[in-house]
């Protein structure tokens, strides 16, 4: 996963497509989180000529709600080699919250179904999202808002405050090929990035 992730990134760098700001996440489950996964990572970015920081490491909330301790080691470790740190899902577990500030956490992606009730410009969602959104900014991270569909919860969100979101509103999954074509070029030719800063 990382191998792949590491050869395109070359592959766009040398297309002139992306620079060194630009950064792709990878997810990583709590199974492959084990003892050595920083060394892999440095391996396979070393070969390609990548930047650990070029690498976003994303993990699912479910892994700050448990205590181990082995998995908040790694984290550190990818931290301290330059990785950048996200929570994926936020809001769909049980995440320990007296936890989440002892973990070097840089982005929190605010799961799709904290966001759903913006259609409806729900009051108590707005709430909760704004709330959720000052934690965020609490402990320094940035906030991400997943599984935008409409016009609606895009306006409302930056209405918040929040800078970054994603979701078929803006694009839906492609091939890394389709994307280099729909969106980093599109960006080179002067086009906003759709489903990053909107």
Known sequence: MISTAARQLREWKDEGLV???FTLAVNVSALQLRP???NTFRIAL???GIQPGQIRIELT???????NDTAAHVVQELAQAGHSIAIDDFGTGTSNLARLGSYPIDVVKLDR???APLEGREGRAIDLIGKTLELIEGIEAEAIAEGIESPTQALVLRELGCRLAQGYFFGRPCEPDQFADDFLRRELEGEALAGHAY
């Not at 909330?61 to 205590?67: H, N, T, V």
């Open 19 to 21: 620079d060194e700001a």
């Open 36 to 38: 050595g996964i920083t």
């Open 46 to 48: 070393d070969a390609e």
């Open 61 to 67: 909330e479910s892994l700050f709600a448990s205590s």
């Open 113 to 115: 179904t904290l966001i």
